[in-house]
């Protein structure tokens, strides 16, 4: 029997599963790898065959993924023995790549055995654990082809290496202290210091010091999370004001002690991911306020490689473990770079030998309704594929947003959705951006014919995209791409009633979107409704600073502001802001639910500026009383499409503040207003539209209080909610989104009963465009308004 097992079966120990299983069973035959995952042959009684064939998907090792077993019939050979044969590199590939994963129970066990070879070796794996992705430089996945490569095994290493029934039979990272990685600890020239490396950078820690820590994905900052100098001074010299740091534990005991775990998040925490976990602080939690300032939440991670866990136990406290950069740059991870630009910030760095191939950041995640919800899918989930319904006829890149950005590469059944790249406003982020393309088209094969971008014409991605010959292009309106993920999430291709709110996103009308009501299918959509247009006093100045919307939402509203806070603390500008508002001189519309949260957040003086994006809704969601069940009415223009009227919901918070009701109140008030709004406006389109289903994507969905007003009262009424948990609701998700659209747009038409109508034209301008010999470069290129987007159904 010749039999092909598709899926993540390279580096997960799945030959020597194989081969253990076929010996087991008493069959002849071979396993290997190749391009397109495992290839096996299997001679012996039927019997065997058949257990065997049952017992590849049913019993495979802990880290591997069967998508698919195909048998066929093959004339006996005689052969009298199994084994494993040598990889063949040759064909198109198609084999999938294992995320790495957390130090598994058995070399943890070895780690702690002082009689153990391997103990306190800060590199210790196996099969069923350990570096993978970030390692590896091309397939198929064999030593050779990662940065193990100049690491040859000492004999000790070699023999468990191929012996069938040793833990690490195959496994390509395996290494001892005898001829593997090595760490050393370094002062902030290069120098080295003494040894050995993690002591003496746990004594650094205790002391107050500050130590960039090089680790799978590149290097953190590392300080003592219980001191509060320390995590001051950490914050001070990466330039960080606010934006919380995330804290590593020993073990769930210890979490236990600084914030409250549920089930859900504990399992969370204990994946073979371990991503950071957002869980809620216990009062009086044994973690410097400068960790999270503001904020009742806690990011908290468990160990996930050995050199954690021992940095861990030597230091004997919590550390924050933060990314190795200056604020809003990329993660540091080549060691050079490292010295150079984190030398102002540590005092110390862990360093060793092992090369990462490719820079990689933690994975962050909450819990919401018992299953996951990433907030940023990264280490531990990526390069892990979705598989997509209707698949894809033709390769495609998808080039994702500006913020948190994502590339996708897809083609046959899989989406790739590359790991966290960040906001691109920096080269070093471009670059960053497009090695990644590269690395994973490498990786994957993939040679992308149809490129999907977002409509905005200043996006960076945008201008890769448009630059890039010989691919059609197809431009995606930012929020249909955030309901299509939502959709390819849950395996589903509409038509739904999308909600997309967010803070920005370029409109099909020239304006800015961010609070949508769509009737949409993976491949068009039709504005149903929005949140009424306010402007933007100063564009993007109204982003950083959230007083200005509430100057904008405030006039709107006309409403007297005189005894209000925030027109107190900006009474030098408030003239002149509302001027630019009623004048409409550089104060572009925009429909965005994240600005009304910020005009709130202002409103009840929260916070008029911010330094991270989101802070100011992110606080107002903390500010916000749990138990208070009040809320806010907010009316709706029908139309088509409809308008809900934002104003409503400001005019009824700015009352209650004039009357003495405590501002958490308001904003336990205002979210619960807000899921009203979402409820009606979904009620509404559910009487035109006959649709009963209901996706919710978009940045502002990271919000619990609001997720969940929000989901609870539309399955109250009737509905069916899809909400993210694979991969973000945030623009880290877009890339999603805009693969599954271009994918849909080959397909030909829509899934939704209603006409639509390509926008044949654009494509042809963007074609024209690119073929003038008219500068491209990334400073003076522009994508007109019209560009090619998803397909609108008419409303």
């Given at each position: 029997?010749a039999?092909r ?8 120990g799945f030959?020597p599963f194989?081969?253990s ?8 035959g ?6 397109d995952g495992v290839?096996?042959?299997?001679e ?5 065959v058949?257990e ?5 998907q ?5 880290l591997a993924?069967?998508?698919r ?5 093959k004339a006996p050979i005689?052969?009298?023995?199994f084994?494993i044969?040598a990889s063949d590199?040759?064909?198109r590939r198609s084999?999938?790549?294992a995320?790495?994963?957390a ?5 943890l ?5 002082p009689?153990?070879r391997r103990?306190?070796?800060p590199f ?16 198929p ?7 193990m490569?100049g ?16 833990r690490r ?9 005898a001829?593997?990685p090595?760490l050393t ?18 004594a650094?820690l ?6 960039a820590?090089k680790?799978?994905g590149g290097?953190?900052?590392a ?7 320390a995590v ?10 606010d934006?919380p ?19 859900a ?9 371990r991503?950071?976990v ?13 960790a999270?300032?503001?904020n ?8 996930y ?17 933060t990314?190795g ?5 990329p993660?540091?991870y ?5 010295l150079?630009r ?10 060793h030998d092992?090369?990462i ?5 933690d ?6 309704a ?5 907030v ?9 594929p ?6 894809f006829?033709?390769?495609v ?9 994502t590339?996708?590469?897809?083609k046959?059944r899989?989406?790739?959705v590359?790991?966290?790249i960040g906001?691109?406003?920096n080269?070093e982020t471009l ?5 990644g393309i590269?690395?994973?088209s490498?990786?994957f ?6 490129v ?5 014409p200043e996006?960076l ?6 630059e890039l ?15 299509a993920?939502c959709?390819a ?18 409109g ?6 961010g ?6 299918d993976?491949a068009g ?5 929005h ?17 200005r ?6 006039h709107?509203?006309g409403?007297?502001?005189?005894g ?10 408030w003239d ?5 508002v009623r004048r ?8 965005s ?5 910020d005009?709130?957040a202002?409103?009840?003086?929260v ?9 100011a ?11 208070e069940g ?6 709706i223009e029908?139309?088509?499409?409809f ?9 009824a ?7 003495g009701?405590?501002?958490e109140?308001i ?6 207003g807000?899921?009203?709004l ?10 035109r539209?006959?649709?009963n289903t209901v996706?919710?994507?978009g ?9 969940g007003s929000?989901v ?8 069916t ?8 609701c ?10 599954v659209?271009?994918?849909?747009g080959q ?9 639509g109508l390509?926008?044949a ?6 074609q ?11 400073s003076?290129?522009?994508v007109?308004?019209?560009?090619v ?7």
């Amino acid at each position: 029997m010749a039999i092909r097992v598709e899926g993540i079966v390279q580096g997960v120990g799945f030959r020597p599963f194989v081969y253990s299983l076929a010996t087991r069973l008493g069959l002849a035959g071979l396993v290997g790898n190749d391009v397109d995952g495992v290839f096996a042959e299997a001679e012996g009684p039927p019997a065997a065959v058949r257990e065997f064939l049952g017992a590849l998907q049913r019993d495979a090792p802990p880290l591997a993924r069967v998508e698919r077993v195909t048998a066929t019939a093959k004339a006996p050979i005689g052969t009298a023995t199994f084994a494993i044969v040598a990889s063949d590199p040759a064909g198109r590939r198609s084999t999938l790549i294992a995320a790495d994963t957390a130090t598994c129970a058995d070399c943890l066990r070895e780690l702690a055995h002082p009689a153990d070879r391997r103990f306190q070796y800060p590199f210790i794996n196996c099969t069923n654990c350990g570096p993978r992705f970030t390692i590896i430089r091309d397939v198929p996945y064999d030593r050779p082809l990662t940065t193990m490569a100049g690491f040859p095994m000492c004999d000790p290493c070699a023999a468990e290496y191929h012996d069938p029934g040793n833990r690490r039979f195959h496994a390509q990272p395996t290494c001892c202290p005898a001829c593997g990685p090595r760490l050393t600890l370094l002062d902030r020239t290069g120098k080295p210091l003494s040894d050995p490396a993690l002591d003496e950078a746990a004594a650094l820690l205790r002391r107050g010091a500050i130590v960039a820590v090089k680790g799978l994905g590149g290097y953190h900052l590392a300080a003592d999370a219980t001191c509060e100098p320390a995590v001051a001074a950490l914050r001070a010299r990466k330039h960080r004001a606010d934006k919380p740091f995330a804290v590593m534990t020993s073990d769930l005991a210890a979490v236990a002690q600084l914030c409250r775990v549920s089930a859900a998040e504990a399992a969370l925490l204990t994946s073979q991911a371990r991503p950071v976990v957002l869980l809620t602080r216990l009062p009086g939690a044994a973690v410097a306020s400068s960790a999270a300032p503001g904020n009742r939440q806690l990011g908290v991670m468990l160990p996930y490689t050995p050199l954690h866990h021992m940095l861990l136990a030597a230091a004997s406290r919590p550390l924050v473990l933060t990314s190795g950069n200056v604020s809003d740059e990329p993660i540091a991870y080549r060691d050079e770079d490292a010295l150079e630009r984190l030398g102002e910030i540590a005092d110390a760095f862990v360093v060793h030998d092992r090369a990462i191939h490719i820079r990689t950041d933690d994975s962050v995640a909450r819990a919401f309704a018992g299953r996951p919800m990433l907030v940023r899918r990264s280490r531990g989930y990526v390069p892990e594929p979705m598989t997509v319904r209707g698949g894809f006829a033709r390769p495609v890149l998808a080039c994702g947003a500006e913020l948190k950005n994502t590339f996708c590469l897809a083609k046959d059944r899989y989406a790739f959705v590359s790991h966290h790249i960040g906001d691109l406003e920096n080269a070093e982020t471009l670059r960053s951006f497009a090695e990644g393309i590269a690395h994973f088209s490498r990786l994957f094969d993939i040679a992308p014919q149809v490129v999907a971008h977002d409509l905005h014409p200043e996006y960076l991605s945008t201008k890769y995209a448009v630059e890039l010959d010989g691919v059609d292009l197809v431009g995606v309106q930012h929020h249909h791409a955030h309901i299509a993920s939502c959709l390819a999430d849950n395996g589903a291709d509409g038509p739904v009633i999308g909600v997309a709110f967010d803070g920005t996103g370029y409109g099909t009308d020239g304006t800015i979107w961010g609070g949508e009501f769509l009737i949409a299918d993976v491949a068009g959509f039709a504005r149903g409704g929005h949140l009424a247009t306010v402007r933007m006093p100063g564009g993007a100045a109204a982003i950083r600073q959230p007083w200005r919307m509430a100057a904008a939402h405030l006039h709107e509203a006309g409403l007297d502001v005189a005894g209000l806070g925030v027109v107190r603390r900006n009474a030098a500008r408030w003239d002149a802001i509302v001027s630019m508002v009623r004048r409409q001189v550089n104060a572009p519309l925009t429909s965005s639910a994240g600005r009304l949260f910020d005009a709130i957040a202002a409103i009840l003086d929260v916070r008029d500026e911010i330094s991270y994006e989101g802070q100011a809704a992110i606080e107002l969601e903390q500010r916000a009383d749990p138990a208070e069940g009040g809320a806010y009415r907010a009316g709706i223009e029908s139309g088509a499409p409809f308008r809900a009227n934002g104003s409503d919901l400001i005019a009824a918070a700015v009352g209650d503040l004039m009357a003495g009701v405590p501002t958490e109140l308001i904003a336990a008030r205002f979210h619960h207003g807000m899921a009203i709004l979402i409820l009606d406006g979904c009620v509404l389109l559910r009487e035109r539209h006959g649709l009963n289903t209901v996706a919710l994507s978009g940045g502002v969905f990271q919000n619990l209080l609001l997720l969940g007003s929000t989901v609870t009262r539309l399955e109250a009424h009737g509905f069916t909610v899809l909400t993210h948990s694979r991969v973000p609701c945030n623009d880290a998700g877009i890339s999603l989104g805009q693969a599954v659209v271009a994918a849909a747009g080959q397909r030909g038409p829509a899934v939704s009963s209603e006409p639509g109508l390509w926008a044949a034209k654009a494509t042809a301008q963007f074609q024209q465009m690119r073929g003038s010999g008219s500068p491209t470069s990334r400073s003076t290129i522009r994508v007109p308004p019209n560009a090619v987007f998803s397909r609108t159904i008419p409303g």
